[in-house]
């Protein structure tokens, strides 16, 4: 398993993580919390993930994804296209939205969710989950509060 947060609106951010997906090439399960970026710096496209060298744990072994706390912008989506597309593995994605989305946010977010039904799924068909954080407001799931929760097995997970 492999945890770590992201600014998806942060070039620098989003450029390295193939790289940085490279150096563990037998992960399952990627967990990717999204943050909140103040200052956008971000352009990347669905492009730069199709001209992205192929990634051998995304392609092989990626079994389940997690996005926590997306906040709906283009580049997630892009990301979780590329996912779905080149992750002949993958079994199950989920897909957890902050919480503080207004209302008109999350169906533009839905509007975008549908987009994923029609991707070309290289496993052939995936489980996908949608559900709203359970973290009060928002916020980190990774915390002394919800990880010393232990009524949820889990912290990480959203099932």
């Known amino acids: 398993?492999?945890?770590?947060?992201l600014q998806f609106e942060v070039y620098d951010q989003v450029k390295m993580l193939p790289s940085f997906l490279r150096c563990f090439p037998s992960i399952e399960t990627l967990i990717v919390e999204s943050e909140e970026t103040l200052e956008p710096s971000s352009n990347l496209g669905l492009k730069f993930w199709k001209d992205t060298i192929p990634i051998d744990c995304v392609k092989s072994h990626l079994k389940i994804v997690y996005l926590r706390e997306m906040?709906?912008?283009?580049?997630?989506f892009d990301f979780?296209?590329?996912?779905a597309e080149n992750a002949?593995?993958?079994e199950k994605m989920f897909i957890v939205l902050k919480n503080v989305l207004s209302y008109t946010s999350r169906e533009a977010v839905a509007a975008k969710l549908n987009d994923l039904d029609s991707a070309?799924?290289?496993s052939g068909s995936c489980k996908t989950l949608f559900k709203f954080s359970r973290t009060h407001g928002g916020g980190s799931a990774w915390n002394l509060k919800t990880g010393s929760d232990f009524s949820c097995p889990d912290p990480f997970c959203c099932e």
């Open 88 to 90: 002949q593995k993958l």
């Open 80 to 83: 979780l296209m590329f996912i």
């Open 120 to 122: 070309n799924w290289a």
């Open 71 to 76: 906040q709906g912008t283009k580049t997630e």
């Open 1 to 5: 398993m492999l945890a770590l947060h």
